[in-house]
């Protein structure tokens, strides 16, 4: 690929980038911009961008060592909204830097098992597809696992991603056991020398214990096969749940080692704060964000693009 080529599909990402935040990004804005036209940063005004920042889903913990940091050096100073939000992206990318690790594929796993999970609704599917897309283009043999038994869409969307990528696409009639599914699944990805297995799962309520126990049959039973796999399993969040995705962080990561992370529908949310508060609190690397349907709409997340997108500044800065 030319370098010029490189530099119009980078412009193209960050500027869906930016736009797929600008609900995250202008209610940020527009508060910060309220709060700090012509006044010193005093005691008040901390406390009201403390509020800002924990209404905007950063959580807590990273909001008052967020507005103890800008108070430490510039309190009682006058002080400009494009200041403010300089110091707050240089800040979240700090925080962000830590997660910010791309999914790495290890050849020497053949094939290497990406096991996707994640509650109903989130755009497991989906993100199954976006991923199958990308390894391809990159010119990696992979095989796509419909271990969704339960739901005929999630099959059929499957089955349609298989044919875009020019994916073979392991599936099975409704109602199969999905652990069956998925072990038959991985030794055909062995005998056809698949560099990747990308299995998608049935949407399952984080509340509901029996559902969380067949993940854990499907583990089991891939381990069977490869002791060492899966090599990934990737829990799917939305980010409009805002706050939600704590407890499903919390209750998928007890059933099942979580490997990393995938926010999606980033564009359809003011909660693009969320993604800080899932930093803070849990370290798991986030590999990937989502800004909408299309394949290029997924893409490795990257901190600074991400913080200054959410401030509302240039992601190039």
């Known amino acids: 690929m030319t370098t010029e080529k490189q530099n119009k599909l980078e412009s193209s990402w960050l500027s869906r980038l930016k736009g797929g935040l600008s609900r995250s990004s202008s209610a940020l804005s527009k508060n910060i ?3 700090f036209t012509k006044r010193k940063l005093d005691n008040d005004a901390i406390e009201s ?42 800040e979240i990318t700090k925080i962000l830097e830590p997660v910010a690790v791309p999914l ?37 043999k992979v095989i796509l696992a419909a271990g969704d038994t339960f739901r005929a869409a999630a099959i059929e969307q499957l089955n349609i991603w298989g044919k875009r ?8 009639e409704l109602g199969k056991d999905a652990a069956s599914l998925t072990f ?59 706050q939600n995705t704590h407890s499903q962080v919390e209750v998928f990561a007890n059933a099942v080692e979580i490997t990393g992370l995938i926010i999606t529908k980033l564009d359809g949310s003011s909660k693009g704060g969320i ?14 964000i989502g800004v909408g349907e299309q394949a290029k709409d997924l893409q ?15 992601p190039r800065l």
């Open 184 to 242: 038959e699944a991985l030794e055909q990805a062995k005998q056809s020398k698949a560099d990747i297995l990308l299995i998608d799962t049935a949407g399952r309520l984080h509340n509901k214990k029996e559902l969380m126990a067949e993940l854990q049959k499907i583990v089991r039973v891939i381990s069977k096969v490869d002791e060492t796999a899966p090599h990934s399993c990737l829990l799917v969040l939305d980010a409009t749940t805002g």
């Open 33 to 35: 911009n309220d709060l």
């Open 104 to 140: 790495r594929i290890n050849s020497q796993n053949t094939p290497h098992v990406i096991l996707v999970c994640g509650v109903n609704g989130v755009g497991k599917t989906t993100t199954v597809g976006k991923l199958a897309e990308a390894y391809t283009a990159a010119g990696l």
């Open 49 to 90: 961008l403390e509020e800002i920042l924990i209404t905007s889903d950063l959580g807590i913990e990273a909001s008052s060592k967020l507005t103890q940091l800008i108070s430490s050096s510039r309190f009682g100073k006058e002080v400009t909204t494009e200041e403010i939000k300089g110091v707050l992206a240089s």
């Open 300 to 314: 490795p997340f990257r901190a600074a693009d991400f913080a200054n997108s959410l401030l509302g500044l240039d």
């Open 275 to 288: 993604l800080i508060s899932l930093a803070e609190k849990f370290c798991l690397p986030v590999h990937a």
């Open 165 to 172: 990528t020019n994916c073979q696409v392991i599936a099975s």
